[in-house]
């Protein structure tokens, strides 16, 4: 009987002990992981401040200036361009009667087959 | 027989039993007490093992139940990053400065077998590098030198790929203003240790070693960027020497554009300007927006103005007579151009005229008007977030009738371009005056401010205001459609101790939509030169005024004013000068 209880009990410290072990491992892996990641996390932080301070600086409105000068040309608006309010947008034109909607000629050929998918698209364009 | 009966109370038991020795009975008092003594003593031990095991128990329960399985207090082993300065965006988030971590190469000198070789090899990599010194530092007898602060990624890598034993990088913090000199004077710059040296960067240096959210400020760079453009092209087209500006929401007092010219790269804030070397370092560091003081000239006349209307000592109809020039002692103040007639308060602030400003200032009296000025914020330093704000200089003593005379002119006291801008915004808002801030201030909310005049009397200086850009000295700064108010100022510029005749300061105040202000564009232009297309004036409704009639209508679409019709019923009647309908004054 006596040896019987000695036999459980070496076998309940040596189970618990194998478990401790066990997860005290288990932490010390997760614990790398975790300063792994953070580190990771740091670098990728970083490198995202790198990237908002080039994007801040190609973006400078005077290299914009420049840009807009050589490829676009476009000026500031005008005030004549604005429009203050919605009342002040002319109304569409008379709407032509459905009937002569209806009339009209249908034209398939009218629009080209367009890609339908992005895929396509980057094949046609490399095609070119 | 006694121990007899007590092991065998059978009395059907052998006579030949005996009682096994093994349990002795004891029956001493003293063997008695020592079993108790060892019984309680147990009990003391299991009870703080019972106790242990509980706090045990109640700590697991604790982590893993109560906290959801996390222990906030406990840290990876690499420990927490390091904080970098916090960065700096504009009103919409656009980054103005920001920290990067940046690899600095030191050398131990000790571990380097040939320095002329890795001086060689260093300098290949780092051209910038003078070999003399390289060689210098790489046999020095220390165990620690710099070699050089704050390189690129790619000149690590090159220096990595040397592969000279003894060279070693640490990761230092560098600051980088990716907008250059957009932002030089209000963002200011950080030393090579990151400590705030100029701007928002000393000014709030506390608050941003201390955080790692980017601090929000009030400016915008598209109006930045177009406030700086034009003084530029001012000081360009006018040959000046130097200029600034602001533009300041006049109901929160959020300044949403400073530029001080000349300016400097904060990102090297000590290298020469490329092609424009000549310029001391000084003069470029300087903050003329904030830390200059200057005689502003015929701007001040709106706040004599608004104090002559708003303490009742002259109103809309009142008339000085502006003849002749006055002469006090040595001084004569006369009109640049006179009209030598008397003029009612409107033409005297629409034709700018010295005479009829010190007259209305003598008729308000000294004490009266130092009580305003004092009100309207003019007579003590600005606040604002930035260590560069200059002070006021006014006679300290009591205003004599000259002091008191040129004061209502804008000479004689000098101003920071800030106070004045505060100042003026308080004028036309409403009269309250507000503190300025360099901080983006929440939407739609407004600081409590200080009322400084009545609405009444605001509601008169809107319509002078609009009346001198309608009819006045200002008429160049009128932007169809934005129904542009403002004030010409042009100052003689003080030169050893004497005003110089040909030598100017030009400013302009503008504010607009005057029906309801919201913006205000204080600019100020050092020793413009009168150009051909200026017909050979140099004076601020030739240089300033134009200047702001450009910003307006670069600002106003990205500001969200709506162009309006300047003479439709709605607005003519809100900025007519009842006095005035029927019999307007002449043109400038």
């Known amino acids: ?128 | 027989m006694v121990a007899l009966s007590r092991f065998d109370e059978n009395p059907c038991a052998p006579r030949h039993f005996k009682p096994p020795p093994c349990a002795p009975v004891i029956r001493d008092r003293e063997a008695q007490e020592a079993l108790e003594t060892g019984r309680t003593r147990l009990l003391v031990a299991g009870a703080l093992f019972v106790l242990l095991f509980a706090v045990i128990a109640l700590r697991l329960f604790d982590v893993m139940v109560l906290s959801g399985g996390l222990d906030t207090t406990l840290k990876g082993r690499s420990g927490a990053p390091p904080l970098l300065r916090a960065s700096i965006t504009d009103r919409h988030g656009k980054l103005l400065a920001t920290s990067l971590a940046s690899p600095s190469l030191y050398a131990d000198p000790k571990q380097i077998t040939d320095p002329a070789a890795a001086a060689r090899a260093l300098v290949s990599v780092l051209p910038e590098l003078s070999p003399a010194a390289v060689y210098a530092k790489l046999s020095s007898k220390k165990s620690f030198v710099w070699i050089e602060r704050h390189l690129t990624p790619r000149q690590e890598y090159d220096v990595n790929s040397l592969g000279i034993p003894g060279l070693q990088f640490q990761h230092e913090e560098r600051r980088v203003y990716p907008y250059g000199n957009l932002f030089s004077h209000v963002v200011g710059f950080t030393g090579i240790d990151n400590k705030g040296f100029a701007g928002v960067e000393r000014g709030l240096d506390g608050v941003l070693a201390g955080r790692s959210e980017p601090l929000q400020l009030s400016l915008d760079v598209r109006l930045q960027y177009i406030l700086h453009h034009e003084l530029q092209r001012v000081v360009d087209d006018f040959t000046a020497k130097s200029a600034a500006g602001l533009i300041m929401n006049v109901n929160t007092g959020e300044i949403l554009a400073m530029v001080s010219l000349p300016d400097f790269d904060p990102n090297r804030p000590d290298a020469p300007e490329p092609g424009n070397s000549q310029i001391p370092l000084k003069e470029r560091l300087f903050n003329r927006a904030t830390l200059g003081d200057y005689e502003i000239g015929s701007v001040f006349k709106v706040f004599t103005i608004a104090m002559a209307l708003d303490s009742g000592a002259a109103t809309m109809t009142s008339r000085f007579d502006a003849t002749s020039p006055i002469r006090i002692g040595r001084f004569t103040i006369s009109d640049y151009h006179g009209k030598r007639r008397p003029l009612s308060v409107p033409e005297i602030i629409a034709y700018s005229s010295n005479i009829g400003a010190a007259k209305i200032g003598l008729a308000a009296g000294g004490d009266r008007l130092r009580d305003y000025l004092g009100r309207f914020g003019l007579l003590r330093p600005p606040t604002l977030e930035l260590s560069e704000v200059g002070r006021p200089h006014f006679p300290r003593g009591p205003w004599h009738p000259v002091s008191v005379m040129t004061i209502a002119f804008g000479h004689g006291i000098s101003e920071t371009l800030l106070n004045i801008a505060d100042g003026a915004s308080a004028l036309v808002n409403g009269g309250i005056l507000r503190q300025p801030t360099l901080l983006k201030l929440p939407r739609g909310y407004a600081p409590e401010g200080r009322r400084v005049i009545s609405e009444e009397t605001s509601l008169k200086m809107r319509k002078l205001l609009r009346l001198v850009v309608e009819r006045g000295t200002g008429k160049m700064a009128q932007a169809p459609g934005y129904v542009v108010g403002g004030k010409t100022g042009t100052a003689e510029r003080v030169e050893r101790g004497a005003y110089a005749r040909h030598s100017l300061r030009s400013s302009f105040l503008g504010v607009f939509p005057m029906q309801n202000p919201k913006y205000l564009i204080l600019t100020m232009i050092d020793e413009p030169h009168g150009t051909k297309a200026s017909y050979g004036y140099a004076t601020a409704g030739w240089t300033a005024a134009p200047a702001t009639r450009r910003i307006v209508e670069r600002i106003a679409p990205l500001l969200g004013v709506a162009p309006v019709d300047a003479n439709s019923p709605a607005i003519a009647d809100k900025l007519q000068i009842s006095s005035l309908i029927g019999h307007p004054i002449a043109p400038y």
């Open chain 1, 1 to 128: 009987m006596m040896r019987l209880s000695t036999i459980f009990w070496l076998l309940l410290v040596a189970t618990t002990g194998f478990l401790t072990f066990a997860v005290k491992y288990e932490v010390q892996g997760l614990d790398d992981a975790y300063a792994h990641g953070q580190k990771a996390i740091a670098a990728e932080k970083s490198q995202i401040r790198v990237l908002e301070a080039e994007w801040a600086y190609l973006n400078r409105p005077a290299a914009l200036a420049a840009l807009n000068q050589r490829f676009l040309s476009l000026a500031p608006v005008a005030t004549t361009q604005l429009v203050a309010s919605a009342g002040e947008v002319p109304m569409r034109p008379d709407a032509p009667p459905s009937s002569a909607i209806a009339a009209a000629p249908a034209n398939p050929q009218a629009a080209p087959p367009g890609p339908n998918s992005l895929g396509e698209l980057i094949a046609q364009v490399a095609g070119r």
